[in-house]
């Protein structure tokens, strides 16, 4: 029996950690919306993903619509929910 409830509780700390995982994202920006606090990043021809931020989103270049980016983010209460946000190419910078 103690064995079985060992396992039972190893089982569940292993899910919350796969849970917790971070989420890489790269693509370009496509929508930005400053009062919701969210982009949209289009990640090929068909892939979106709405990433939200937060005041605590470390965030490094010039973040605007059509930029290139790279998000690092994790699912918290159901959202998106972006750790760092990289800008690599801005509009301006892409052929």
């Given at each position: 029996?103690?064995?079985?409830?060992?396992?039972?509780?190893?089982?569940v700390l292993l899910s919350?950690?796969?849970?917790?995982?971070?989420?890489?994202?790269?693509?370009?920006?496509?929508?930005?919306?400053?009062?919701?606090?969210?982009?949209?990043?289009?990640?090929?021809?068909?892939?979106?993903?709405?990433?939200?931020?937060?005041?605590?989103?470390?965030?490094?270049?010039?973040?605007?619509?059509?930029?290139?980016?790279d998000v690092?983010?994790?699912?918290?209460?159901?959202?998106?929910?972006?750790?760092?946000?990289?800008?690599?190419?801005?509009?301006?910078?892409?052929?």
């Amino acid at each position: 029996m103690r064995i079985n409830v060992a396992v039972l509780t190893l089982l569940v700390l292993l899910s919350a950690v796969a849970l917790a995982q971070d989420r890489n994202i790269q693509g370009t920006v496509s929508r930005i919306d400053d009062k919701e606090k969210t982009l949209v990043v289009k990640e090929g021809e068909s892939s979106e993903s709405t990433v939200y931020w937060t005041e605590s989103t470390q965030v490094s270049g010039d973040l605007q619509e059509g930029a290139k980016v790279d998000v690092v983010a994790a699912d918290a209460e159901g959202k998106l929910t972006a750790k760092s946000i990289r800008v690599l190419a801005g509009k301006d910078d892409l052929p």
